[in-house]
């Protein structure tokens, strides 16, 4: 009979638990050395030397993990923590790539020089955004913003793109396309291999023009670019292994559907287990297929690690999409959070553990292992190529790529332990900063500082050179501080506690620092959008100096970073809010965009700003009014007592205009009183 895999759960809430328990992590011993009970470093992994030991390695892996069902029965790696989606850093006018007296913002970025997708770009001529699924080209150059260009994607869902020159690159997945798409849709309902596709397209002209479709096996999870070279990470899962299923019930019939799985993995080939891909002309005129990577360049650990797939393409912008030929690395493994520098790319995924390395002389042992994130390393100085460099393991879990930084050839990562899912009320968790380096054993500790939250979990994480600035929370928000300039001897400094926690923290000086979150009661019931403003000048005690509040609101930068705005010129953040059913202070519900300005060390409102043309009830409900004769399905477009389309997601300035972006259309307002200008309706 096939093993049992043991997946490992984590409560992904922690407010819900029982008193708090937490200790002060100051003044206690912080060194916290690991046995090798409690987690084993992985050293570099090893790519192997042709097909044939490729092969061999897989389908042991598959046989060992096979079962009446298929593999997708038994093998449950498990993300303990969502990436909630993900970014961060200043957005600031890049005035060397701007036109003559043109400033404007970009996207908000975790690391200078790395730039992120994301749903909004410009260069200050153009503003180029996905809404609705569609690609919308607007010109910037004028009085008041003009569309240029629109192109609709059919049976494909954008995500996110990357803009260079005259070209966009969109990243996202079919729902259905080409033939050997729908090659890979199995004959059992429910079965799905998804498809990650790029679309490359050509803005130069009116009318946005496709050039070519690249479509990869895989999920996909994110992307970076440094110097127009572009990194596409994607998972992927075997393909094209129609599993057998029991006939019935019993014993019988399991054991022969397990026997046909058996015998489809053997007669397995490579193209079952790498990625397909097919790159494809505007018109469908097939360019490329094949395997993604040569076996050559899929890199393995010693032992099982599953039948995943990561895999690193690498993307010139400069030219056209995969003009030469594709580059790609891959390593048998998960893949879940992506951080990257100007010169290396981390992923990290949450470690499953398989019931034979819970046992120890033939018994299963009393005490399990510590839940561990496993983290890959690739080299990406090289603009044409990625290589894999090592991989190594930390306790606990990520929450998101901020929960990584690399600095002065460290890299810092920032982690919860949950441990396991427990009936028990008693919460136990707490969370480390851990420093690896890379050494020929892999990445390898050299450094941790524990004892950060216990009972807590890490809702946000900032490194700012070799400070850590780290917020965990279950009733109060404490943020810690943490030295790392003596990487082997991690120390925490400071802690303050508030009501309420930080989802993001984004620095403005080397002094103060902006937490966007929630405020909450004692309780830890939360109660509506908070932003903090912290002094951090004495790291030994932190304090908030001010704070802007709105009861029942929530903003979007609360798990996704690229939502906010920092304009440094102006001292100025936007960021959007809307508050669902609770009023605000004003008595009226809001949905929209709150402008901030810092005045010393004051946060001032410097205005509001809505895509809705009246109160937001009002607008929905005389939005359903004018179009009483359309359907249900689109009457859903009111949601929470206001149109949801008037979500305000992204805001960006070029030079004195603010702009904001729904799926409504775009907002022109004066940067100085934020007084509407103009709106461009789509």
Known sequence: MKKMIIALLCSLSLSACGADSRDNALGQDQSIPLS??????????????????????????????????????????????????RDTAEAIADESTAAPKTQYSTTNIQEAGVDEPDIIKTDGQRIVALVENKLRVLDATGEQLRQSGELQFDNFWAQ??????????????????????????SRVPGWYSPITTLISVDISKPTPQVTRRLHIDGSYISSRLVDNSARIVIQSSPTGLEWFYPEGSGLRAEREAEEKNRQLIKESTVDNWVPWFVLETSDGALLQEGTLTSCERVYHPSSNSGLQMLNIVTVDLDEELFEEQIASTSVLADGQTVYSSRENMYVATT???????????????????????????????????????SSGQVIG????????????????????????????????????????????????????????????????????????????????????TVDLSQPQSPKVLGELKIMGYSAYLHPITDKLLIGVGQDALETGRTIGTQVSLFDISDLSQPVRIDQWQLPGGSSETEYNARAFLHWPAEDLFVLPVVTHQIPNPDGKAFAGAVALELNGRALDERGRITHLKSDPKVTCQRWIE??????????????????WRGTIQRSLVIDDQLHTLSSLGVLSSDLKTMKPLSFLAF
């Not at 892996?61 to 909630?84: H, K, R």
């Not at 510590?370 to 890959?376: A, E, Q, Y």
């Open 160 to 185: 996110d793109m990357f803009l260079s020159g005259d070209r966009v690159v969109v990243f996202g997945q079919m729902h259905e396309t080409t033939t050997a798409h729908k090659r890979s849709v």
């Open 397 to 480: 879990t990520v929450l998101n790529q901020y929960s990584m930084s690399e600095f002065e050839d460290n890299l810092r990562v920032a982690t919860t332990d949950h441990g396991w899912w427990t009936s028990e009320q008693e919460v136990t968790s707490q969370s480390y900063v851990t420093v690896l380096q890379e050494t020929d054993d892999g990445l390898t500790e050299i450094g941790r500082v524990g004892n950060l939250g216990k009972g807590e979990r890490i809702y946000a994480v900032r490194f700012l050179g070799d400070l850590a600035t780290v917020v965990t929370f279950r009733q109060t928000d404490p943020l810690y």
């Open 351 to 389: 470690e499953w553990v398989d019931e034979r390395d819970l046992r120890t002389e033939g018994t299963i042992s009393s005490e399990p292992p510590k839940v561990s994130t496993r983290i890959h390393k690739f080299d990406i100085s090289d603009p044409t190529r990625t290589v894999y460099r």
């Open 36 to 85: 090798p009970s409690q987690i084993q470093l992985t050293s570099a992994l090893t790519s192997f030397e042709s097909c044939d030991p490729f092969l061999r390695h897989v389908k042991a892996n598959a046989l060992d993990m096979v079962g009446p069902w298929g593999v997708g029965g038994g093998y449950f790696p498990i993300t303990m923590e969502a990436e909630m989606m």
């Open 626 to 643: 004018e179009r009483e004769n359309e359907t249900e399905v689109e009457r859903q477009h009111c949601w929470s007592e206001y149109d």
